[in-house]
Structures are given as structure tokens and as C-alpha cells.
């Protein structure tokens, strides 16, 4: 079984930074692709960036140059570090990965979310 566990969220104020951290749980045999999301109360959830086990990297418009994915694929761990934070970037943020656990099927696996808020 296969869990993604979030942490680092919390309050900031603008202009401030987060480094929010995504552990991947269990023994899978393979994790793909790894990303971040987040859903505004009201909004849609939205891309804000993702990440290839080569490390080939893509990032929503709006947050290039402000955020940075990485991951460390012994670790099983995905970051997203996020700087010079805005108020519209007050969101849940949630981890996703495409996992194998064998070698004929793959799916997404989500995190259970972690809030992020960006207020004076």
C-alpha cells in the first residue's frame, strides 16, 4: 500500500517563503512523474508544478521564477520550495504521483493536502 504525506504548510507573509515536502509511504516499484496542485476555496485544483523521475521540470506560468520542484528519487520525496509569496497563493497544496506497484499497471496517488496561507 502506497500513501503521499505532505507537511511544511502553514502562515506566511507576503513575500515570505515555504519549502512544503511530499514522503511517498509503502514499497513501490516504480514512481513516475511527481507534482504539486493546489485548490483555492471556490477554484478549480490547478497544476503548479511538476516533475519527471529525470528530473525534466514544468511549472504553471504564473509560478516560474517564484517556485521550485525538486525530488530525490531514494528518498521517495518530492519539494516544492516557494518564494516571494503572494496572497492568491493562499491555497491547499497537494502532492501527486504516478506510482507502479507492479510491473503492468500504473495510477496517480494523491496527498491528503496541506494549507498554505499568505497573510499580513
Known amino acids: 500500500q502506497v500513501q503521499l504525506v505532505e507537511s511544511g504548510g502553514g502562515l506566511v507573509q507576503p513575500g515570505g517563503s515555504l519549502r512544503l515536502s511530499c514522503v511517498v509511504s509503502g514499497v513501490p516499484l516504480r514512481i513516475h512523474d511527481m507534482g504539486w496542485y493546489r485548490q483555492a476555496p471556490g477554484k478549480e485544483r490547478e497544476l503548479v508544478a511538476s516533475i519527471t523521475s529525470g528530473d525534466d521540470t514544468n511549472y504553471a506560468d504564473s509560478r516560474k521564477g517564484r517556485f521550485t520542484i525538486s525530488r530525490d528519487n531514494a528518498k521517495k520525496t518530492v519539494w516544492l520550495q516557494m518564494n516571494s509569496l503572494r496572497r492568491e497563493d493562499t491555497a491547499v497544496y497537494y502532492c501527486?504521483?504516478?506510482?507502479?506497484?507492479?510491473?503492468?499497471?500504473?495510477?496517480?496517488?494523491w496527498g491528503q493536502g496541506t494549507q498554505v496561507t499568505v497573510s499580513s
Open positions: 501527486k504521483a504516478d506510482i507502479s506497484l507492479d510491473p503492468w499497471s500504473r495510477r496517480d496517488y
